[in-house]
């Protein structure tokens, strides 16, 4: 009995660790997101640790990878479940602190591959931390299924693949988009509120004083026409989450400042969206196939913009550097950055395609075709 408890344990934990580890390793650049929203909502020194959030999530990817292989396969147990200990004693905590201050919508564990809320994350830690006593309390039961130099081959095999799988989605695009923007996607459709969508539900509480004392009330028993109270304050809190769709924050601005999102969405030829979502962060490399880019929809009649979540100022900066350092006097999108450069919410553009500078391309208000412009 001992044995098939540590065997079904064994399973578990192999399993969730390398579906969490691969569904993260094909957008290690999300993982690295969620971290620096982590960081940015716990504020104070945590945001001097943004610079690190991409090799923090690298190593976090890799480690859960490699722990769920070595389980999976009965490799070195008693080394990794001691380790998933570890990993666990730290993470539940921390989940029950996130489940409890709500300082980010959702954990990340699962990218966006699925998504759960902070409390259901924090309860399956709970499930997880107690297999992995199970396990740490019946592994003697279990024999070695690998020996020597065998188990070392495994854990490098792990490793190897691991790190090219999350190479090539970095310098490329993830290979599964499990983003609302993927190819095929109409967002016009996935901006829509159904008829029967449920709200947003709020608490609201009415502050009134009498006699220097202060007292909260309820919409309902707020005391109306009578002259003695003082009104003070109203608060509001949510205290539960309507409906909300897919795509909430797709909205670009030009230069003037108008809003021509519908202006591209309804338009009947492609439409050509360079997202370079921060300046600062973009691949100048890459700004020559940019402007190749530009030159090529002009000829074809077709609309052409870089959208960015950069202030006018930056945007203003950039292009003149980059103006400065092209001789060639050719048309470029950064000699004429008004008509070129829109601003969009940084963080959409992040959901939208994980490079800086990326493509997509939209027709009819469906995502046509999307690339990392590296890969051009």
Request: charged share 20%; glycine share 6%.
């Amino acid at each position: 009995m001992k044995k098939i408890v540590a065997h079904i344990s064994r399973t578990i934990l192999g399993l969730v660790f390398i579906f969490s580890g691969i569904v993260k390793a094909v957008d290690p650049l999300g993982t690295t997101y969620k971290i620096e929203d982590y960081l940015k909502a716990f504020g104070g020194f945590f945001t001097d640790l943004m610079p690190l959030a991409e090799t923090a999530a690298i190593i976090l990817i890799a480690v859960e990878f490699l722990l769920g292989v070595c389980l999976l396969l009965n490799v070195k147990t008693a080394w990794t479940s001691g380790i998933s200990l570890l990993f666990y004693c730290v993470m539940t905590p921390l989940t029950l602190y996130i489940a409890i201050n709500n300082p980010v919508s959702d954990c990340g564990c699962f990218g966006d591959a699925l998504l759960l809320t902070n409390w259901q994350t924090f309860w399956k830690n709970i499930v997880l931390l107690l297999l992995v006593i199970v396990l740490l309390l019946t592994r003697k039961s279990v024999p070695a299924t690998w020996t020597g130099w065998m188990e070392g081959v495994w854990a490098l095999v792990a490793a190897a693949a691991v790190g090219g799988f999350m190479v090539y989605n970095l310098t490329h695009l993830p290979i599964w988009d499990f983003r609302p923007y993927k190819v095929g996607n109409n967002i016009p459709a996935l901006m829509e509120y159904p008829e029967d969508a449920e709200p947003d539900q709020y608490e609201i509480k009415l502050i009134y004083a009498k006699d220097g004392v202060e007292k909260a009330f309820t919409l309902a028993d707020y005391p109306k026409g009578d002259s003695s109270w003082t009104f003070v304050d109203q608060q509001s809190k949510l205290v539960k989450k309507g409906y909300e769709p897919p795509i909430h924050d797709f909205e670009i601005l030009n230069m003037d400042y108008e809003d021509i999102t519908y202006d591209i969405l309804e338009s009947e030829m492609p439409v050509t969206l360079v997202v370079m979502y921060d300046l600062a962060k973009t691949d100048k490399r890459q700004l020559n196939k940019v402007s190749q880019l530009m030159r090529a929809c002009l000829e074809r009649g077709e609309s052409f913009y870089i959208l960015t979540g950069s202030g006018e100022q930056t945007i203003s900066e950039f292009c003149f550097e980059i103006a400065i350092m092209d001789e060639s006097n050719e048309l470029t999108p950064f000699n004429h950055p008004s008509q070129c450069f829109c601003t969009c919410d940084p963080v959409t553009l992040k959901t939208i395609v994980r490079a800086n500078p990326g493509v997509i391309v939209v027709q009819n208000g469906n995502i046509i075709d999307k690339y990392n412009l590296r890969n051009k």
